[in-house]
């Protein structure tokens, strides 16, 4: 590091009748002066004996440095505080200052526009060093700043295929490959500063969603992973200026940051199944920084997105789309991303079609899947295999459910036309296309006369 780079301690207090350290909390700090405090104070929640807090003040333009200072000074916690000044150098790099200078046995990061819970923290720690995991990792929730509210992190459901009822459950990569499908938010866990060396983790210098490479390595790394079953992390939304809810070149950053956690899943070899849980949780954040790009540079990122994942072995893909996607709109997603289809990509950011409630939805959402989705993966049929024809069925079972009877006959007509040259090159699916044909003709004439007698 450089001399006009390098950080300088600001402000240090260590209680000396501390014992050792459980947790080094590592905070970066860029001009977040309106919710700094509260964020400092939730760590302290659950008691101060047992942790260190790590500011990292990287470089903003407001009055953080001196909040921080003045926070440190007034209150009696923690067992040690250090606060570092550096000049700005990005989130990334600001963790690394924190974490050369930690000394608990865990390590632990936090933005200083969220909070956690610091009583799930004390605990999922003290597991962790009698049972000596690597990593422990903890559920997070939304809080949302204009009314306070909360509600549950995407990744709720991955949480109750890995831990169900338990309130805590040990796995490891081999034993569990969809551990790889949890929120890739390094501020969930605690981690074991040794491991965390040893393993040569660490956070892509000057990226955006940094998180991802890291999330991958450890995991693989890791032998003993805790799955604390608890909320303790709190990502605040609808605040102004917060940078995952910005719509900016950076965007792009996400691209590199995929790139690295790529590599990371392909040079360590991991197992189909733990590749395809890779590759939805790659999906699901490539397509979501796509949607948040500035709408003159979206065309360009999926264009560059898709050579990402053409690195990806098409078995892991496959396989996600069988048995990790969750949704329709999941699966529609990682389709586009994966056979280069710019069209659907770009339609998707305009449609929400996950699970809409108003059967009245159903009649844009079935013009979407059927010219959009059902035709690109037909096409792609007789480029592998007859395997395939079941995940445009699988991608359709939920709307199918739901749809009325009107936009479901028309539907299933048209699907055995578009499936039915296929049938000539595919004997197999020939009782399918007849069987789509003659359901839909006869939900048809079912709706036509009961919307005769109607009148």
């Not at 953080?64 to 003045?70: F, G, K, P, R, T």
């Not at 990744?155 to 459950?169: F, N, R, T, Y």
């Not at 959009?372 to 445009?392: D, F, H, N, W």
Request: proline share 4%; hydrophobic share 45%.
């Amino acid at each position: 590091m450089c001399a006009a780079a390098a950080e300088a301690i600001f402000f240090e207090r260590k209680d000396s009748r501390s014992s050792e350290l459980l947790i080094s909390f590592i905070v970066p700090v860029y001009n977040a002066a309106a919710t700094l405090v509260r964020t400092l104070e939730s760590i302290c929640a659950a008691g101060t004996e047992f942790l260190e807090i790590i500011i990292v003040h990287d470089g903003g333009t407001d009055n953080s440095l001196q909040i921080a200072e003045n926070w440190a000074k007034a209150r009696e916690c923690p067992a040690r505080i250090l606060l570092l000044d550096q000049p700005n150098r990005g989130a990334a790099a600001a963790r690394m200052t924190g974490v050369k200078y930690a000394q608990g046995t865990y390590i632990a990061f936090l933005d200083s526009d969220d909070h956690i819970n610091a009583f799930v923290y004390r605990q999922m720690a003290k597991n962790a060093a009698s049972d000596g995991w690597d990593i422990g990792i903890c559920r997070s929730a939304v809080w949302d700043a204009t009314d306070a509210t909360t509600y549950s992190f995407y990744d709720w459901h991955v949480w109750e295929k890995l831990c169900g009822p338990d309130a805590l459950s040990v796995k490891s990569l081999a034993t569990a490959p969809l551990l790889l499908r949890l929120e890739p938010n390094a501020n969930t866990r605690i981690i074991k500063r040794h491991f965390f060396q040893s393993a040569k983790i660490g956070f892509p210098d000057g990226l955006l969603f940094e998180d991802l490479p890291p999330h991958f390595l450890g995991l693989i790394k890791a032998t003993r992973v805790g799955l604390f079953n608890a909320t303790g992390y709190y990502y605040t939304v609808s605040r102004r200026g917060k940078i995952t809810e910005s719509r900016t070149m950076r965007r792009f950053d996400m691209l590199q940051a995929g790139l690295i956690a790529t590599n990371i899943l392909i040079e360590n070899r991991v197992s189909s199944s733990a590749g395809a849980a890779g590759t939805a949780a790659l999906a699901r954040l490539v397509f979501w920084c796509g949607q948040m790009a500035p709408n003159s540079t979206r065309e360009q990122y999926f264009k560059e997105s898709f050579s990402l994942f053409k690195r990806l072995p098409t078995e892991w893909k496959q396989s996600a789309l069988r048995t990790i996607c969750v949704d329709t709109r999941e699966r529609l997603v990682l389709l586009a991303l994966s056979s280069s289809d710019l069209l659907l990509a770009l339609k998707l950011c305009d449609y929400t079609l996950t699970r809409p409630t108003n059967k009245s939805l159903f009649s844009p959402y079935r013009d979407v899947a059927l010219k959009l989705a059902v035709r690109p993966m037909l096409q792609g049929v007789g480029r592998t295999s007859i395997g395939i024809l079941s995940v445009p069925l699988r991608v359709l079972s939920v709307p199918l459910r739901v749809m009325e009877s009107k936009y479901l006959a028309e539907f299933l007509c048209t699907l055995a036309n578009e499936l039915r040259p296929m049938a000539k090159r595919f004997p197999a699916i020939a009782n399918l296309v007849e069987g789509l044909h003659q359901a839909g003709g006869s939900m048809w004439n079912r709706t036509t006369r009961t919307s005769r007698k109607g009148f």
